[in-house]
């Protein structure tokens, strides 16, 4: 095999650096500054968002023929709650294999797309394109794309921009680095991420926030759900403020970073965690469907 090239050797060292400072991360909760109004606690834990608890499974570059056709059949085995709206992203190869194989209950979304109309455009794929085989929503901002990449915020909120304008709903990342944390910017860092996709995007209905603290990408390791809990908190009130209360009151704010069927549930318990986007334990049938169904615990008494 010959030798990749040194901006992919450099693209691959740089993830690698990402992901081995994720390992540093003190497993005590790190206390972030407060720039927003806390919520009181509730007696009865609920979703702070009006829609559906929302659950997307980023399958990333995984996959074969094979074994996305046994994770499908897994998934129209799973008995899942109703209320809950779930989306998988396959790699782009296997949109179609998966469209035409799985159950209606779930939506497909495609990892990434181009800026705008398709052309001379070498590797991209339209949101036409995406619209045109039944691809329903799309994976924009996610740190990967940002840090390894190399895609900025004002590119990314454009790209968002287009594609809502074609009628592919958007689940826009956001998320700060393990420096950026520990140097007490992860407020500023999510807030100037949300400040593109506002600047691009005028109707917010058909968009879900990922918030996914890039050191807990890959690595094992999860911000608390008081962690994740402070941040929702603060994006939601970073949209009230300056987008509009109706959009900060109805907008689903969802959690990525290696969760897992073993820890899903305490963090659902959280009023402002109206989701999951979820990474490795997605390619797992059943953990990806009690993942779904963690749903539950948004009932449970607090």
Not at 118 to 147: F, M, N, P
Request: glycine letters at 8%; a neutral charge; aromatic letters at 6%.
């Amino acid at each position: 095999m010959a030798a990749p090239s040194s901006l992919a050797s450099s693209h691959l060292t740089r993830l690698a650096d990402l992901r081995r400072a994720g390992t540093a991360v003190a497993a005590a909760p790190q206390q972030l500054r407060i720039g927003c109004s806390r919520r009181r606690a509730q007696r009865v834990v609920a979703m702070a968002g009006s829609g559906k608890f929302f659950v997307g499974g980023n399958w990333k570059c995984n996959g074969t023929k094979d074994s996305v056709s046994k994770l499908v059949t897994e998934l129209n085995a799973a008995t899942l709650e109703p209320d809950v709206d779930v989306v998988v992203a396959p790699p782009f190869i296997y949109i179609d294999q998966v469209k035409s194989s799985l159950t209606d209950r779930i939506e497909v979304s495609a990892q990434n797309v181009w800026i705008g109309k398709g052309g001379a455009y070498t590797g991209e794929i339209s949101a036409e394109q995406l619209v045109d085989i039944g691809c329903q929503w799309v994976i924009l901002g996610h740190s990967e794309r940002r840090h390894i990449i190399g895609e900025d915020d004002e590119f990314i909120g454009k790209k968002a921009a287009y594609a809502l304008s074609q009628n592919v709903k958007v689940i826009a990342c956001i998320g700060e680095l393990l420096e950026e944390r520990e140097a007490g910017k992860t407020f500023d860092v999510c807030f100037k991420q949300m400040k593109a996709f506002a600047d691009s995007i005028t109707n917010w209905a058909d968009v879900v926030v990922a918030y996914e603290p890039v050191w807990a990408i890959g690595t094992g390791k999860v911000a608390t759900p008081e962690q994740a809990q402070e941040v929702h908190a603060a994006v939601r009130d970073w949209l009230k403020t300056n987008v509009s209360p109706d959009v900060a009151s109805s907008i689903r704010i969802i959690y990525g970073g290696s969760v897992n069927a073993a820890n899903c549930a305490e963090l659902a318990k959280k009023e402002d965690i109206d989701g999951f986007l979820v990474g490795g334990a997605s390619l797992k049938g059943p953990d990806f469907a009690t993942i779904i169904n963690s749903v539950t615990s948004k009932k449970v008494a607090a």
